[in-house]
């Protein structure tokens, strides 16, 4: 192991299987309806935001997987300057910086500009798929997690 390597905690889905199980079965239904493209766009924020390695490399993988570029998957942690970004996406993208840091709370204007770019049951989706991608960040920020590995 290089001096570098940070050494994965535990096996979490070994571990603890049911609860495991249980996250994916609210990814499932958290997904469902989420265009492909946004649905990787709000996990790779949310795991950026979070400095979840792990995250961030499964889904710039299922990113491109799905169709999004390379340009854009870089963009994706400036996205506020980038203009790659449609409008709807930067309302999504924005949503989940502020429900990801939920500390700082959710801002009306942000939550406000989603409404008007997602109807009532996207919305809701949208903030499941954040919520628990926010549950993968922190079940493997904290087992360590390494990129790479299943």
């Known amino acids: ?10 096996n979490f889905s070994a571990v ?3 609860v495991f199980k249980a996250v994916l079965a609210l990814d499932a239904a958290a ?20 400095r979840c390695a792990y995250c961030i490399d499964y889904h ?10 390379e340009e854009r998957i870089h963009q994706l942690s400036a996205w506020e300057e980038s203009s790659l970004f449609t409008v709807r996406e930067r309302a ?4 989940t910086e502020a429900v990801t840091r939920l500390p700082e709370g959710v801002p ?3 939550y406000e500009e989603a409404a008007k770019h ?12 954040i919520f628990t991608t926010n549950a993968w960040n922190r ?3 904290a087992t360590r997690k390494t990129p790479g590995t299943e």
């Open 1 to 10: 192991m290089s001096i570098f390597q940070v050494p994965e905690r535990m």
């Open 60 to 69: 710039t993988s299922d990113a491109r997987k799905a169709g999004e570029t």
């Open 139 to 141: 079940m493997n920020v």
């Open 16 to 18: 603890a299987p049911k």
């Open 31 to 50: 997904r469902d309806g989420i265009d492909p493209v946004l649905l990787e766009l709000v996990q790779i924020r949310a795991s950026q935001v979070n």
């Open 92 to 95: 999504a993208v924005a949503l």
């Open 118 to 129: 997602f109807a009532e049951k996207e919305l809701a989706q949208l903030i499941a798929l």
């Open 108 to 110: 009306d204007a942000v």
